[in-house]
């Protein structure tokens, strides 16, 4: 029967279910393991029975996921955590949520529940299992260093020095890339002894953000976008601007003791031997060409490519400026100038607000279709609430990371209705303005627009839109240029001086053909966006070749991810992961 009653302790309701749990499965026995679930919950796995990240919805895909996993898989020494922000506390629809930990032969784990009770038994069931890798033994992340050397003999000077010989001259793994990506990969990879050399086209480390336009800020807040091992100090912006994270980056590089070549990039021709297991690559290192031969090559370059220039007619008869949103240098230079922004996606919005504030003579978004936009406020109080700044990080990226993407976007859509409303005056400024919005291709809001094609925020565009600063083209695209702006395909027109097309960026595999050639790209999946069960598609897990993979993501699911990447390639290192293992 149904209780609805909290009253019991929390802990022992989740201890409860944690002990049928742990004995179903070490027995091995499916049948068991899957009647701890909601027949419409969810189990989240990653690497502990594939090697990979996989989410099962519901009894029938749960026990055929288990069938031919769950006796090989060995799980064993299920305990719960009774840390601090672990134990069992209140969670989702006023359920329970706890974690626990386990093992495997070769791994330690960690885990997480939400349990509700089941309508029909009034047995506590879980509405999400997630299970997850934490550690490989005998090869635990390596912490700390005691800070002498040599018995007090060797300074730290000598000590890194020998170790960046080391790592130039033989890497175990090459990073393409050093953002927020890059980096975090590139720590993970440190920490669990892997030589890893990073390879930066720019001067110096930070450039990306520092050649951006210079209004540009994260759109996460300050706990939710911290580095791995590392944290922002307390008085870090609660929105980082451009400068200061491009310099924070340059930091880190050092803090960390990363291996960093600036000023160099791969050459065309690189090639992988299937029986080494190694790739041959050449890296022009600021003007001298290297030979290397790492075993895994990881593409940190961010989810964009080259810029997407759409090709209008009449280029060559405009007389004014065009150039794409990636290259917007500030409102500054285009101060009385009348300004055409095609586009509609967040930079849009950045680059509109800039030029009206700075003094544009006119400023226009060309908005072809439609666009989700939520007040900041929004999305900084739902990372509040789940990156609150008094719980730990760890604690804070066990619990978010755990909820498998599409419960969360069944969770959501059972408030939509509310989603809209919260941003109902918002959207009024947006819509007296000519704006034509969406909150997500099924009404899910902004959240899963960034796993599929990033969503937008507000700042304070709503303002100039609605006071007609920023004036509004909607449901056309640029026809044609003429001598002094642009034709719509409603046969309507408008004068420029400038345009700026804020129309994204070409995948980010383009680039990497040029490297390794297309045959190898084509043969890897699309980084980003969601597959059919929820997960992020060839990020951070396989992608379709041996060791090529994909780094990209915010930065939560930079500092997250890049863990487990590391420990694949770990894996694959001292050898109890082989390539074949992760069909099982």
Not at 77 to 104: I, L, M, N, Q
Not at 385 to 395: E, G, M, N, Q
């Amino acid at each position: 029967m149904l209780t609805n009653d909290l009253s019991m302790d929390l802990q022992v309701i989740a201890e409860t279910w944690l002990d049928t749990f742990a004995r179903a499965t070490l027995s091995g026995d499916v049948l068991a393991t899957v009647q701890t679930f909601l027949p419409d919950g969810y189990l989240r796995d990653q690497l502990v029975l594939t090697w990979d990240l996989r989410s099962l919805e519901g009894h029938d895909k749960i026990k055929e996921y288990l069938v031919p996993r769950l006796t090989a898989a060995h799980l064993s020494h299920f305990r719960p955590d009774t840390r601090a922000g672990y134990c069992a506390e209140r969670s989702t629809k006023g359920g329970v949520g706890a974690a626990f930990t386990f093992e495997t032969p070769h791994c330690y784990g960690r885990g997480y529940v939400r349990l509700l009770q089941d309508t029909s038994s009034g047995q506590w069931k879980a509405l999400s299992v997630f299970l997850g890798v934490a550690d490989i033994k005998g090869y635990e992340e390596l912490g700390r260093e005691p800070g002498h050397y040599g018995g007090h003999t060797l300074s730290w000077t000598d000590i890194f020095a020998e170790r960046r010989r080391q790592i130039e001259r033989d890497p175990y793994v090459i990073v393409i890339g050093a953002g927020h990506n890059g980096l975090n990969t590139a720590a993970r990879l440190k920490h669990w002894n892997i030589p890893t050399l990073v390879i930066e086209k720019n001067d110096k480390v930070g450039d990306q953000w520092r050649e951006r336009y210079p209004t540009l800020s994260l759109h996460s807040i300050r706990h939710f976008s911290h580095f791995s091992y590392q944290q922002y100090p307390d008085t870090w912006p609660e929105f980082a601007p451009r400068d200061k994270m491009a310099d924070w980056q340059e930091q880190y590089v050092k803090t960390q003791d990363l291996v960093v070549w600036t000023r160099s990039t791969i050459l065309p021709g690189a090639h992988y031997d299937t029986i080494r297991k190694r790739w041959t690559l050449v890296v022009d290192h600021a003007g001298t060409r290297v030979e290397l031969h790492p075993a895994h090559v990881v593409s940190a370059v961010g989810s964009m490519g080259p810029p997407r220039m759409p090709h209008v007619p009449e280029r060559a008869c405009f007389d004014g400026v065009v150039i794409h949103s990636g290259a917007y240098p500030g409102g500054a230079p285009y101060v009385g100038k009348h300004v055409v922004v095609v586009g509609a996606c967040q930079s849009a919005a950045d680059i509109c607000q800039d030029l009206a504030f700075r003094g544009a003579a006119s400023v226009t978004m060309v908005q072809r279709s439609s666009t989700c936009v939520v007040d900041i406020s929004t999305g900084a109080g739902g990372e509040h609430v789940l990156f609150p700044d008094d719980v730990p990080i760890d604690v804070c990226d066990l619990k978010f990371q755990s909820l498998p993407i599409n419960l969360n976007r069944r969770l959501t859509l059972e408030e939509a209705d509310l989603e809209w409303e919260r941003e109902k005056e918002l959207h009024a400024k947006l819509r007296r303005g000519g704006l034509k919005l969406n909150m997500g291709k099924d009404g899910s809001g902004h959240v899963f627009l960034i796993y599929e094609r990033l969503g937008g925020w507000d700042f304070g565009l709503a303002d100039y839109i609605a006071s007609g600063r920023v004036k509004v083209k909607q449901g056309v695209e640029v026809k044609q240029f003429t001598a002094d702006g642009v034709m719509f395909n409603d046969s309507s027109s408008l004068p420029a001086d400038v345009v700026i097309f804020a129309t994204g960026w070409l995948g980010n595999r383009e680039s990497l053909k040029e490297i390794f050639g297309t045959e190898i790209v084509d043969s890897t999946g699309v980084p980003w966006g969601l597959d059919d069960e929820g997960e992020i598609s060839n990020t951070y897990r396989p992608t379709g070749h041996p060791g090529l993979w994909y780094a990209v993501g915010d930065f939560g699911t930079a500092r997250f991810l890049s863990k487990l990447l590391a420990l694949q390639i770990k894996a694959t290192q001292i050898g109890i992961l082989r390539t074949a293992e992760r069909t099982l």
